[in-house]
Structure formats: C-alpha cells, structure tokens
C-alpha cells in the first residue's frame, strides 16, 4: 500500500486491536448453532436506542436500502452494544486505518500481481498452510462463478444435465423421504404426537434439482474490459441491491442458494427445502446409466444426509413451514438432546493435538 515498515506495523498493531476487541465482543460458533441464540427481532428504534453513538439512520440512507417495517433481527446483541462504545473510545485515525486495510484486503486479489502474491502468502500460506497458488486462469474463473454464478450455470446445464436425470433423482428423493418416515414411525422413544408432526415436515420438504425455475437477471451488471477489480466492486454491488431489494417483501421460495455447477447439496430450514445443484449429480456421486446400487451408494447418501438435517440439533428447530419454532413435546425434546449428547461426548473427547480438543 505504500507504506513504510514502521508505519505497516504500527497499523497492523491498532488493526488487531480493534478486531479482538471485537472478537471478545461476539459468540464463539459453538453457541451460534443455536438458532435461538442468534434470533433477536427488534425495531429499528429500539435498536438505535441500543446504540445511541452509531448513526444507523444516516448508514441505511447510504446504502440506500428500503424501510425496515417489519423490524431487523439483531444477532448478536452483546456485539453491537461493544461497538456502539468502541466508536467512542477508538481513535478516529484507527477507525480509518482499520477501514482502509479492509478495503483494500478485499480488493486484494484482484489487484496487481505484488498484491495477489502478499494476499496468498499471508491467508493462504502463513494462516492455511497453502503451499502453492493457483494458476491465474483458475482464479479468474472462480472470481467469475462468484460474480455470475447463475449465467454460467444456465450455460453449464445445457451439456451437463438431462430431464433424465432430473426425473431419476427425483424418483431416488421419493423412495428415501419414504424410508426416512418408516425410521421415524419406528422410534421407540417419540410419542405418537411428534412423530405426526415430524412426518408432516418431512412431507412437505421442498425438492429442487439441477437448477433453478427462473435464472437471475444480470442485465443491470455492467462487466467491461476495463480494470478487473471495478468489474468485481460492480457485481459486489450489484449483488448488495439485490438483496436490499428483498426487504419488505415476500420470500421468494423460488430462490438458490448455490449455483448449478457446485459441487455441493444443502438444506435450507427457512424454506424447509433440500436442494441438489447439478454439479453433485454427477459420476461418482450419480450417474443416470448407472444401477440403483450405484446410485444409492452415492447420490443417495447425499440425500439422506440433507433430509436428516431437517431434524438435527438446528432443523429440527424449524416448523414444517419454516418458522423457528418448537414443535417437539418437551419429553421428546429431552430425550433427543440425551441422545445427542452422548455423540457431542464422544467428539469432545478427541484431541487432534495435546493442546486443542474438538468443542461440539
């Protein structure tokens, strides 16, 4: 950036100062596996009287987002009540040496050959132990994923995915949903009540795959051939008012969370859905000429293992509609957190290294 070495480390000092401060302000990931513990709605002026020294009117104005009606979840409260009073006792001139660093780490791989080398030896090498980069063409195509996942997936499925396919998966989804409710029909430790209520979500899971009903429209994106890092700071752009846009209206189920070519699955609670980009549904995870054998073997695991998080530690806590709420009998509750208990006991036991344990 131009600075000298006395100055960068005087800088690089106040900046791990202001971040661990921070740090100590917020949850450890342990405790934010708990969709409740992170589920704090409030108004926007309950929330301006919480932090009386951020002007969050004036920041909404800049970003230019839509009116907050329904109120804004604040997830971390104990967070934002440490900042309201670090923007009073940090200096201006370390606020501003904080901002600029974070501006410009993000810009980082974009930039200049001796701003991409300095990014990948300090968060790739020193904190990941990466040894090596990857050639410049492959980060070019990952960056392109990033900015315009949907428009190279609209591209990718045309050779990478058949109705066939679709209509297989399907079918396997079927048959699993079908043997995960007999397991659930069998417990011998849930009543009869949660059971009904656990077969009705899992009959009400939302099955999308391959791709996405209608593709995202990137005709408000302006990509040209000028400086690379501006084509990236637009579609970062572009992406924010997307989803500023979203406020105040209704949730568009339609929506993915991944792009076609990832190679991943997931579950979204919200919506009560599972969803299998086309990417995953691919050799060795699936193959449409291959025996059910295969494919169960494979893909299917994949699918039970999504299904399942509809009733893990954190799905289960979500309605059949997606609502964060607990339809479990408390009876059925305690004997569901005794049983998984004896698996965060089981991990918890394991120490990779003499002094770092596994905390589940």
């Known amino acids: 950036m131009g600075v000298d070495e006395a100055k960068a480390t005087a800088n690089a000092n106040t900046i791990l100062t202001v971040e661990t401060a921070m740090a100590k302000a917020s949850m450890d990931q342990v405790t934010m596996r708990d969709p409740n513990a992170i589920y704090h709605k409030m108004s926007v002026e309950d929330f301006a009287k919480m932090t009386p020294n951020i002007n969050w009117n004036l920041y909404y104005t800049e970003l230019k987002t839509p009116e907050f009606k329904t109120g804004i979840n604040v997830a971390q409260p104990e967070f934002y009540k440490a900042l309201n009073g670090m923007v009073k006792s940090v200096k201006m001139d370390d606020w501003k040496t904080y901002l600029t660093y974070h501006m410009v780490d993000g810009a980082f791989p974009y930039l200049s050959s001796n701003f991409v080398k300095e990014n990948f030896e300090f968060h790739s090498k020193k904190l990941n132990g990466i040894e090596q980069i990857k050639p410049r063409w492959k980060r070019v195509v990952e960056t392109a994923d990033f900015c315009l996942g949907e428009a190279l997936g609209e591209e990718y499925i045309k050779t990478a995915f058949s109705p ?170 305690s004997k569901f957190v005794e049983r998984a208990n004896r698996v965060v006991d089981q991990f918890n036991s394991y120490c990779p290294l003499d002094s770092v344990c596994i905390k589940w």
Do not use: C
């Open 164 to 333: 066939e396919s679709k209509a297989r998966m399907l079918e396997m989804v079927d048959n699993i949903k079908v043997a995960f409710g007999e397991r659930i029909k069998t417990l011998d430790w849930m009543t009869d009540s949660t059971k009904t209520e656990a077969l009705n979500k899992l009959s009400t899971f939302t099955v999308k795959i391959g791709y996405p009903d209608k593709w995202r429209d990137y005709s408000n994106l302006e990509i040209d051939r000028g400086a690379y890092v501006l084509n990236v700071i637009r579609a970062a752009e572009f992406e924010a008012n997307r989803n500023y846009a979203k406020i105040g209206q209704p949730v568009d189920k339609n929506e993915w969370g991944m792009t076609p070519q990832t190679v991943n699955a997931y579950y979204n609670p919200s919506n009560n859905e599972i969803v299998f980009p086309a990417a995953i549904l691919q050799p060795p995870f699936f193959d449409p000429k291959a025996d059910d054998a295969v494919n169960y073997g494979g893909i299917g695991a994949v699918i039970g293992h999504e299904i399942t998080h509809g009733f893990d530690d954190q799905g289960r806590m979500y309605d059949a509609k997606g609502n964060l709420q607990m339809w479990w009998k408390d009876e059925d509750n």
